[in-house]
């Protein structure tokens, strides 16, 4: 069964940079576009951008440009959200969702709290 | 970008109720890039409805998605007990960013 598991939660200070990363499982890596999704404590959701796993080609959100970072290493199946300058505005649950048209697979959400 | 607006922000209905929940969009979508998903507290959205009315595999056929250009509709018929939740539009046009209405609150009155 397809599964998308995330790594742990995380605490940086302002300023600082996180990688969270999402290791895919039961299908193809590459055959399927990486989406993260972002949801602020309370708030909506926020599409980030996307990799494409094959070639590494990108596309992010404008909002994000210049401060995200997305990466893949086919060879353990997982995708990389790397995110810099964060700042207390960052603190969110990071979701990765297979693409493919909808997202019909998630994984369980990374928590990233900002906090001096 | 498209920007999707959601209404209305709380429905408070009473199980066994008709839930009627929109999503209009700022310009025209692709009827085939319109979904819907399903949130409860603590736990990662569950897609719902693709392709403005296909139902994702598992989901009861009490939710139903219709509509179409820029008014999109997602009914539930009778509200069950797990239903009570937060429901997304979200479009994916053929081009990013692939945006995400502001979500409704379905809550038990």
């Known amino acids: ?37 972002r949801q602020a404590p309370g708030q909506g959701l926020e599409w980030m951008g996307w990799i494409n796993p094959n070639s590494g080609a990108t596309n992010y959100a404008q909002k994000f440009q210049g401060r995200v970072t997305m990466t893949r290493d086919t060879s353990i199946n997982t995708a990389y959200m790397e995110m810099s300058s964060l700042t207390s505005d960052d603190t969110a649950v990071y979701y990765c969702a297979r693409g493919g048209g909808s997202y019909a697979y998630w994984g369980q959400g990374t928590l990233v709290t900002v906090s001096s | 970008e498209i920007v999707l607006t959601q209404s209305p922000g709380t429905l408070s209905l009473s199980p066994g109720e008709r839930a009627t929940l929109s999503c209009r969009a700022s310009q025209s979508v692709s009827s085939s890039y319109l979904v819907w998903y399903q949130q409860k507290p603590g736990q990662a959205p569950r897609l719902l409805i693709y392709g403005t009315s296909s139902r994702a595999t598992g989901i009861p056929d009490r939710f139903s998605g219709s509509g179409s250009g820029t008014d999109f509709t997602l009914t539930i018929s009778r509200l069950e007990p797990e239903d009570f939740a937060v429901y997304y539009c979200q479009q994916y046009g053929s081009s990013p960013p692939y945006t995400f209405g502001g979500g409704t609150k379905v809550e038990i009155k």
Request: charge should be positive; include cysteine.
């Open chain 1, 1 to 37: 069964q397809v599964q998308l598991v995330q790594s742990g939660a995380e605490v940086k200070k302002p300023g600082a940079s996180v990688k969270v990363s999402c290791k895919a499982s039961g299908y193809t890596f590459t055959d399927y576009y990486m989406h993260w999704v």
